[in-house]
């Protein structure tokens, strides 16, 4: 089992800054991936970014690219997501998720979920 905590998120003005964080603990692998998916209510989770544990390699969602930048820290086992220019339509519940296989953007491929944290951008 491996357990997610988030931290991080709550209310910024547009065009602000935030940054997101996921510490992993439990059963973890340099062979594991994370993710970062949002949620807003009667939509599905939207993936936004995911990294490869063992090489740093990252892939992003069109919508986020060059906005959001997802990162990790090895020692600390945690994954953050570094959010710039925030937009109003970046209201959402993040999440973030682990897999123990090399990346992917589809969130039923994900094995382990964090608890979900809120982020609202004001206009």
């Known amino acids: 089992q491996v357990q997610l905590v988030q931290s991080g998120g709550g209310l910024v003005q547009a065009g602000g800054s935030l940054r997101l964080s996921c510490a992993a603990s439990?059963?973890?692998?340099?062979?594991?991936?994370m993710g970062w998916f949002r949620q807003t209510p009667g939509k599905e989770r939207e993936f936004l970014a995911a990294?490869?544990?063992?090489?740093?390699?990252?892939y992003y969602a069109d919508s986020v690219k060059g906005r959001f930048t997802i990162s990790r820290d090895n020692g600390k086992n945690t994954a953050y997501l570094q959010m710039n220019s925030l937009k109003p339509e970046d209201t959402a519940v993040y999440h973030c998720?682990?897999?123990?296989?090399?990346?992917?953007?589809?969130?039923?491929?994900?094995?382990?979920w964090g608890q979900g944290t809120q982020v609202t951008v004001s206009s």
């Open positions: 439990g059963r973890t692998s340099s062979s594991y991936a």
């Open positions: 998720a682990a897999r123990g296989r090399y990346l992917s953007t589809r969130a039923s491929e994900y094995d382990y």
């Open positions: 990294i490869n544990w063992n090489d740093g390699s990252t």
